[in-house]
């Protein structure tokens, strides 16, 4: 079993700033790519930030330069670091990874995709 568990929600004023964690925790082998997305009231939900095992990452175009995701592999977590915050990045964000899960008596490594139970973000004055 596998459990992405996020934290760092709230409610921040515009401008103000915010840090998600997800940390990922259970049979993990190794995780490849870890992201945030996010889904407003009404709206779809939508990839906010991706980043992949070496480093490289992807942003949606409504964050770029206010929002940076990060991870820590020794740790299996992902953060976002939210800054210049406005009213339209409210939103439930919610934690995505691709984790590897070592088949019992095999060598083969079986990836999953997995999603963590959503943290509220309020930007309001």
């Known amino acids: 079993q596998v459990q992405l568990v996020e934290s760092g929600g709230g409610l921040v004023q515009p401008g103000g700033s915010l840090r998600l964690s997800c940390a990922a925790s259970g049979s993990i082998f190794s995780i490849s790519d870890m992201g945030w997305y996010r889904q407003a009231p009404g709206k779809q939900r939508e990839l906010v930030a991706v980043i992949r095992r070496g480093g490289s990452t992807n942003y949606a175009d409504s964050v770029k330069g206010r929002f940076t995701i990060s991870r820590d592999n020794a740790k299996n977590t992902v953060y976002l670091q939210m800054n210049s915050l406005k009213p339209e990045d409210t939103a439930v964000y919610y934690c995505?990874?691709?984790?590897?899960?070592?088949?019992?008596?095999?060598?083969?490594?079986?990836?999953?995709?997995?999603w963590g139970q959503g943290t509220l973000v309020t930007v309001s004055s």
């Open positions: 995505n990874a691709d984790v590897g899960t070592k088949l019992p008596g095999t060598l083969e490594v079986r990836y999953l995709e997995h």
